[in-house]
RNA sequence: GGUACCAUAGCUCAGUAGGUAGAGCAACGGACUGAAAAUCCGUGUGUCCCUGGUUCGAUUCCGGGUGGUACCA
């Protein structure tokens, strides 16, 4: 649950002696992480893989702001597009495909581009997950039935019998977790407790995680004109087209899960609209939260791009 | 111009039979290991419009301003 005091997110453990560098560009929605990835991709010839977790989804294209073709055209993007809402994915996956994929890119290019706003799916990337199973999806229906059925109180129960450890560690207020926890077990018979270890794992290059910051007042402007851009750009037919498919686990997502509450009559469009804006503000929170665990990074404007490419180059991370 | 009503948190409003105030939303802070744009936890941030008066004490009662709304001219 802890981690350990002094241990560094995001390049903990990193042979440096080929010179290949990883450089994360991240930092929360809306504050431009796409337009500048695309001038340090020039600068540097590298190419781009994405770590934002919905734009995966090729059906996702208006509400996740994914680049244009003439972005993806000019700079080769990686994992953008290469999911569709009907498959089922997770942050494991991940891990492997990218690690698999900058190790072949490196062949190329002694820099890699990893830019996105998903900060689980960054430190997969930079300290890798536990060896957890990926549980079959019988095992999460069952769980999820029962949270259903007979509450979380249940869950609770149940947990503290086969894992006595992770409970006293985990949220108990958080059902996802919970039932994660079980799953786990169930499907393992080890408890999550010991499983979970925590040590972070060696990655064979350089990281630099560059964050992006402006003022919450300029960012939150940029978030709001941006939804308005979006549904100027088609948003709400996107978001109809995909109405069907709303309980998919892709599609409960800012932008479409509150579009789809004014398709089922929950509230009027321009209330939509307004509570996209403000979920969206809330979500950039999340992340900025996240992110302040990221302490060996350069913290930036986005516009600042000499002091970017000088971190990036310089020796010294 | 006259009459009535209103003025309290960023917004919409409640309240205090006189002892410096609280809801919703917004906002702010935090957690996070295969659902992560997900999921979950925590926090009131206030010249109670201004100004005199009464009072031990006024956001509350009274007078006068100012601003707003409605109706009458």
Known sequence: MKRKPGVSMTSARTNTENGNTLVIVTGPTGIGKTELCLEIARKLGAEIVSADARQFYRELKIGTAVPTPAQLNEVKHHFIGHLSIHDYYNVSIFEQQVIELINSLFAKNPYVLLCGGSGLYIDAVCKGLDDLPT???????????VYRTQGLEKLRLWL???DPIYYTQVDLANPNRIIRAIEVFQSTGIPMSQLRTSLPKERPFMIKTIILERPR???FERINNRVDQMVADGL????????RWKNLNALNTVGYQELFDWLSGKYSLPNALEKIKTNTRRYAKRQITWFKKYHDALRVNPDRIDAIMEYIRGCSP
């Open 160 to 162: 503290k019998k086969v």
């Open 135 to 145: 549980v079959c999806p019988e095992t999460r229906a069952w769980v999820e039935k």
């Open 217 to 219: 007042m300029e960012l």
């Open 236 to 243: 709400i037919e996107e978001a109809v087209s995909l109405f």
